[in-house]
C-alpha cells in the first residue's frame, strides 16, 4: 500500500526562505535527494546546482523540478553538472564547474552531500577503493574539499555556509563494529568481506557511519583552522527508513543475487517497521541544510528513529536527543580520527584550496 506524505508541505512553514541561498545537492534524480531539490526550490534559493551521474534519469529530474519551479513560481535558477561518484577526476570536474558558476552568486552556502549507493558487490574504485566507500565518502571528501573557495567566497560576502553529509539508519544496525581502517584502505576486490548481504551491508554501514564521525571531526578541524563555526558549519543528517530507489538504482555496482536479495531484505525490514515517503525523509537533510538555528557538528534525524519531523540526534557535536548505544559510532574520537586521517592520506589535506591552507 502506498504511504502518504504526512509532513513535507507543513515543515515548509519552519525553514525560513532561502532566497540568498546557493546550494549544491548530490544525488538528485530520485528518493530523498530529488525531494530536497523540491523543498529548496519551494524556499526560493537564490541558485540550486544538481549535481548527477549523466543518465536520462538526470535529464527527467531537471524536468519534473523545472516543472515544481514553474508551479511554485520561484525564482530559483536551476544547473545541472554532470559529476559521477565512482570517478575521481569527474568529482574534481564538478568541483570546478560549480566554482565557476558560483562565483557569479556570491559564493556556495550549502553543499549537501546526499548521493548514496549500495548495498553492492565487493568490487573497487578506479583508485583501488572499496566502492561504497568511494561513492558515499571518499568522492564527497573531494567534492567539498575542491568546494572551499566557494565556500570562502561566502563568508568573505557575509554569508553563511553548511556542508551537510548524507548517513543512514544501518549505520547502527547488522553489527556493533566500529569504523575499522581496512575499510578506507586500497584492497583486492572480494577481500572485505565478500559479495554476500552480510559482507555488502558491512561496507555500506562503514561508509555511513565515516559520513557522520566526519562531519563532526569537520566541525573541530574548522575551528582548529581559524573558521568561525557560526559562520561555516559541518552537519549531518540521516532520512530513516524511507522508501527511496536506493537498491535499485544500486544495480549496477551488484551480482544479480545480491540485488533481489538487498530487495527482499528490504521488503522484509518493511513488514516489521515503520517507514515513511522519500519527501518526508528528505527533511532532516533539508533542516540541515537550510533550517534555523543549526549549529555546527549537528545532526538531525528522524523524531521517531524512522519516521517523523527532523530532530538533533547530536547536537555541536555532543549527544542530545539521540541513543548513546546507536551513535557511539560517530561520536568515538578514534573513529573520528581514523577517519580523517585516512580521507587525508587518500586524498590530501582537506583546506588544501581553502584560504586557511
Not at 190 to 214: D, H, P, W
Not at 256 to 278: C, H, N, P, W, Y
Request: charged share 20%; with cysteine; proline share 3%.
Amino acid at each position: 500500500m502506498p504511504l502518504d506524505t504526512k509532513h513535507f508541505d507543513s515543515w515548509l512553514s519552519h525553514v525560513p526562505d532561502a532566497h540568498g541561498t546557493t546550494m549544491a545537492i548530490t544525488g538528485t534524480t530520485s528518493g530523498v535527494g530529488y525531494w530536497a531539490a523540491v523543498f529548496a526550490i519551494r524556499k526560493n534559493v537564490k541558485a540550486l546546482l544538481l549535481l548527477n551521474r549523466d543518465s536520462k534519469r538526470a535529464v527527467d529530474a531537471r524536468t519534473q523540478l523545472e516543472q515544481e519551479k514553474a508551479a511554485a513560481g520561484s525564482t530559483t535558477e536551476i544547473f545541472s553538472i554532470s559529476c559521477d561518484l565512482k570517478d575521481v577526476a569527474s568529482v574534481k570536474a564538478a568541483a570546478a564547474q560549480v566554482n565557476a558558476i558560483c562565483k557569479d552568486y556570491g559564493g556556495l552556502n550549502v553543499l549537501a552531500n546526499n548521493a548514496g549507493f549500495g548495498p553492492v558487490a565487493d568490487t573497487r574504485s578506479d583508485a583501488g577503493y572499496d566502492i561504497q566507500m568511494q561513492v558515499n565518502f571518499f568522492s564527497h571528501y573531494v567534492l567539498a574539499q575542491g568546494l572551499m573557495p566557494s565556500f570562502d567566497l561566502a563568508i568573505e560576502q557575509g554569508g553563511e555556509v553548511r556542508i551537510c553529509q548524507q548517513s543512514s539508519g544501518i549505520r547502527y544496525q547488522s553489527s556493533k563494529l566500529m569504523l575499522e581502517q581496512k575499510y578506507f584502505e586500497t584492497s583486492e576486490p572480494g577481500t572485505l568481506g565478500g559479495s554476500g548481504v552480510n559482507g555488502s551491508m558491512e561496507r555500506y554501514r562503514q561508509s555511513k557511519i565515516a559520513c557522520v564521525a566526519f562531519a563532526l571531526k569537520l566541525n573541530k578541524m574548522l575551528a582548529a583552522r581559524g573558521y568561525d563555526t557560526t559562520k561555516i558549519k559541518s552537519v549531518a543528517a540521516e532520512p530513516g527508513f524511507a522508501e527511496t530507489n536506493l537498491v535499485s538504482n544500486s544495480v549496477s555496482g551488484n551480482t544479480f543475487f545480491i540485488g533481489q536479495l538487498s530487495k527482499v531484505v528490504i521488503r522484509v525490514m518493511a513488514l516489521f517497521m515503520k517507514r515513511q515517503t522519500a519527501a518526508d525523509g528528505s527533511l532532516p537533510i533539508v533542516q540541515a541544510s537550510l533550517g534555523a538555528d543549526v549549529s555546527s557538528g549537528d545532526f538531525y534525524m528522524p523524531k521517531d528513529g524512522n519516521t517523523g519531523t527532523p530532530v538533533t540526534s547530536i547536537a555541536g557535536g555532543v549527544l542530545d536527543k539521540g541513543d548513546a548505544a546507536q551513535e557511539q559510532y560517530g561520536l568515538q574520537e578514534a573513529g573520528q580520527d581514523l577517519c580523517w586521517d585516512m580521507s587525508e592520506k587518500a586524498y590530501g589535506d582537506f583546506f588544501e584550496f581553502s584560504k586557511m591552507s
